[in-house]
């Protein structure tokens, strides 16, 4: 089946720190992946995507790079701010599974001053 | 107007009650969706609607019923409910689904239920 692997929380950095959250995935087929955010009393928002091996997904400073040699679709940030704490959700979904997305457990990421 | 607007935000229940929680978009979106968030959980599918047909349930019990009026809003309709159906409920819109499926989901901030 189908599943998304998220590295456990929380994340706990200090501002301007280097942020990777980990993401490795397992699916039938050739999946497009993404990364949602849910800010604290919030929905959950897309932050980026990408559909094919090797796309890079960016967006706020995030960037993710879809790796298909080591089915891996991981979170970076360069210099991360106090209002980027949130839980960070990694998924999959395939074409053809008609509107499901496979989410992953979460990562809550707290950044300290 | 990128919004998903859910309505109440906050709700409390008894387990006899009938309540409904109300989603609205008015994006243009031919899809809708029902997702339930327990704390520290992903969210899990519950109810797709495309072009105001239900297209997927996710075998949720029937004390759940949900109703698609017109293609900008979308209900869900509480009946004897039981504690463990305490949860964030968020309401979410896409493009399409099926065909026009991308995977992007645009999310309401989500009605906090509690069943006492």
């Known amino acids: 089946g189908n599943s998304v692997t998220q590295m456990e929380g929380p994340v706990t950095l200090s501002e301007e720190a280097f942020l990777t959250i980990n993401c490795t995935y397992t699916?039938?087929?050739?999946?497009?992946l993404f990364w949602y955010v849910q800010y604290p009393g919030e929905g959950l928002q897309l932050l980026l995507k990408?559909?094919?091996?090797?796309d890079k997904g960016s967006n706020k400073g995030f960037e993710a790079t879809y790796r298909k040699e080591t089915t891996s679709f991981h979170l970076e940030k360069g210099s991360v701010q106090v209002s980027d704490s949130a839980v960070y959700f990694c998924?999959?979904?395939?074409?053809?599974?008609?509107?499901?997305?496979?989410f992953g457990t979460g990562t809550r990421l707290q950044v300290t001053l | 107007d990128t919004e998903v607007t859910q309505t109440p935000k906050h709700l409390v229940m008894g387990m006899t009650n009938k309540k409904s929680l109300k989603c609205e978009q008015h994006?243009?979106?031919?899809?809708m969706y029902w997702y339930k968030q327990k704390a520290k959980k992903p969210p899990e599918l519950m109810f797709v609607?495309?072009?105001?047909?239900?297209?997927i349930n996710e075998s949720v019990p029937s004390r759940f019923s949900p109703e698609c009026p017109n293609s900008s809003l979308l209900n869900l309709h509480l009946h004897a409910l039981q504690p463990e159906d305490s949860a964030l409920y968020l309401c979410?819109?896409?493009?399409?689904?099926?065909?026009?499926?991308?995977?992007?989901?645009?999310f309401g901030e989500g009605s906090r239920l509690t069943v006492l």
């Open positions: 979410a819109s896409s493009q399409g689904a099926s065909g026009g499926w991308t995977g992007e989901l645009f």
């Open positions: 998924a999959l979904t395939l074409t053809g599974t008609a509107s499901k997305l496979t």
């Open positions: 609607y495309s072009y105001e047909k239900l297209s």
């Open positions: 699916a039938t087929g050739y999946p497009s």
């Open positions: 990408a559909t094919k091996a090797d």
């Open positions: 994006m243009g979106h031919r899809a």
